[in-house]
């Protein structure tokens, strides 16, 4: 018998990523094959609500779709993830070819739904499970140097503007034992690199243990080389964790913390839990704690009431702290926060022009920053190769290196480089030494 053959297309976060490696496993242990999209039985559309741009990416790609599913009507289209728990049965209401609908607490059922789904009407489930956390069912990784763990799934923190507590459920934390296992696992399987996920990682607590006790067990039991975590926020920030990361080997000196606005009125609507000032404070201290520290945020412009003297002060706080990188987006409404009952009173062309502001201000200060990098030798983990050939990697400070032609590590080779040239995105490196 012919087995049958899944395609996964994943959008959003890396939270994601790591549940369409748990959903791989499910499929797999039922008897499914990966293939190409072309070639498969049952297309999923792994998706993300948290900002509009996502949601119509993901809506163009389920009509394009359609033509597939006109040639091949045996074929299943799945939505699941944010988006599925988000728009439920309006998904397949506007787009009548989709077979299933699942949300992010509903994969270990997915092998049923498909079958359900199957006597012509579309299998729509979103119920969320605060236990849920697929703690038990092995991920089939997609990578071979790097992996994401999760620790822990859901958020309390309800900002004013941010979807992910209602689709994605309360905090639940995964057993710290079942973490360290997992890690010593991929260490001994060769992993370089392991990025630990949650929503709110600072917030993690299993009995006695809590975030920074987790860091401290992973970097003295597991002999994996690299440890990174995304997102803490920065109202739980605790002095302990920064200690840890100063203390840590394997711990890198890189800490990502979304500032989301310069001012603290802004930052009250948005909900946030600290002031301007004190995320200042914060960065100084982590700064002063950890040797070598790279500091990456999140900014959102255009938030309803953001004046232009608020704007302002988001630039002025940007150009003070010097973040090593940004991530930054303008603010697009979401129904069911709320932020979504706010005037959005910044107009389109306004948010356009201040994001440009403030792409072109960060991308200022990263160029600056790099070209004090030229010359210094920097630790490369060497992870994959771009469409030129060329082999790219990650320092310890998340900065992205291309080696030059003629380098001779493999790929998970951790090499000493040196940087001779530099672009605002990347360093440029000749090899020195394999670590």
């Known amino acids: 018998m012919k087995s049958k053959r899944f395609y996964i297309e994943t959008y959003g976060c890396q939270m994601n990523l790591a549940d369409s490696e748990v959903i791989s496993r499910i499929l797999l242990d039922v008897g499914y094959q990966p293939a190409q999209m072309e070639e498969a039985d049952l297309i999923l559309l792994n998706t993300c609500a948290v900002r509009e741009h996502a949601e119509q990416r993901v809506l163009g790609r389920i009509g394009e779709l359609h033509r597939l599913k006109l040639k091949s009507p045996g074929l299943v289209l799945a939505v699941v993830g944010c988006m599925a728990q988000r728009l439920d049965r309006k998904l397949v209401e506007k787009n009548p070819h989709l077979n299933l609908i699942a ?29 849920e956390t697929y703690s038990d069912i092995p991920p089939c990784r997609q990578e071979r140097i790097r992996a994401w763990v999760p620790i822990m799934r859901g958020c309390d923190n309800f900002c004013s503007y941010c979807v992910v ?3 994605r459920g309360r905090e639940r934390s995964i057993s710290h034992l079942h973490i360290l296992r997992e890690i010593l696992r991929l260490a001994e399987q060769g992993y370089k690199e392991v990025t630990l996920l949650g929503q709110n990682v600072n917030s993690y607590r299993d009995g ?23 997102s803490p926020h920065p109202k739980d920030m605790s002095e302990r964790v920064l200690a840890v990361m100063a203390e840590g080997k394997s711990i890198c000196e890189h800490l990502h913390l979304p500032l989301q606005s310069g001012s603290t009125k802004i930052l009250q609507r948005m909900r946030r839990g600290y ?12 700064r002063k704690t950890i040797n070598g520290l790279a500091l990456s945020t999140d900014i959102i412009v255009g938030f309803p009431g953001e004046t232009e003297g608020d704007f302002q002060k988001t630039l002025s706080l940007v150009e003070g702290l010097q973040f090593d990188s940004a991530f930054t987006y303008r603010y697009s409404p979401r129904r069911g926060t709320q932020a979504f009952d706010l005037p959005d009173d910044v107009s389109p062309e306004e948010k356009r022009q201040r994001l440009e502001m403030l792409i072109s201000l960060q991308r200022q200060i990263m160029e600056k920053k790099h070209r004090k990098l030229i010359g210094s030798r920097l630790e490369v983990l060497v992870e994959k190769i771009n469409r030129r050939g060329n082999l790219l990697g990650k320092t310890r400070t998340d900065r992205p290196v291309a080696l030059e032609d003629g380098s001779a590590p493999t790929l998970g080779d951790i090499v000493e480089v040196e940087i001779v040239r530099v672009t605002s995105a990347t360093l440029i490196g000749k090899v020195l030494s394999k670590n």
């Open 208 to 230: 006695q243990v809590d975030f920074a006790e987790l860091l401290r067990l992973i970097d003295q039991n597991t002999g994996i080389p690299r440890l990174r975590f995304l």
């Open 165 to 167: 507590p209602y689709v």
């Open 275 to 286: 002031t301007a000032e004190q995320f200042s404070e914060l960065m100084g201290r982590a």
């Open 103 to 131: 949300g992010p607490d509903s994969y270990r059922q997915l092998p049923q739904m498909i079958e359900a789904s199957g006597n012509g009407r579309p299998f729509v489930k979103t119920e969320l499970t605060p236990e």
